[in-house]
């Protein structure tokens, strides 16, 4: 098992930032991929941005431009920094690493994301 704890959630007003974490309890595979998924009250979970094993990042259409993803390998975290946030951005945040040809597959507990004037 690889724990993964998120933090920096929090109330921000619309047009603010927030960076959140995803730190892991112990080191991970760079052939991992490292994704961040949000669910809002009455949606499905859905995909915000994903950095596969080669570096490359893959973002949401609707956070293209305000979103950027990123890992550090050196201390076992993945961010996402969040700009020029929207209300419909409001959601639980969740961190994901998983290799698919592995079955590896680990979530962190999400973190509450929530912007409103």
């Known amino acids: 098992q690889v724990p993964l704890v998120e933090s920096g959630g929090g109330l921000v007003q619309p047009g603010g930032s927030l960076r959140l974490s995803c730190a892991a309890s112990?080191?991970?595979?760079?052939?991992?991929?490292m994704g961040w998924y949000r669910q809002a009250p009455g949606k499905q979970r859905e995909l915000v941005a994903l950095?596969?094993?080669?570096?490359?990042?893959q973002y949401a259409d609707s956070v293209k431009g305000r979103f950027t993803n990123s890992r550090d390998n050196t201390n076992n975290t993945g961010y996402l920094q969040m700009n020029s946030l929207k209300t419909e951005d409001t959601a639980v945040y969740y961190c994901?690493?998983?290799?698919?040809?592995?079955?590896?597959?680990?979530w962190g507990q999400g973190t509450q994301v929530t912007v409103s004037s």
């Open positions: 950095i596969l094993p080669d570096g490359t990042t």
């Open positions: 112990r080191s991970i595979s760079r052939l991992y991929y």
């Open positions: 994901r690493v998983f290799q698919p040809t592995s079955g590896v597959d680990y």
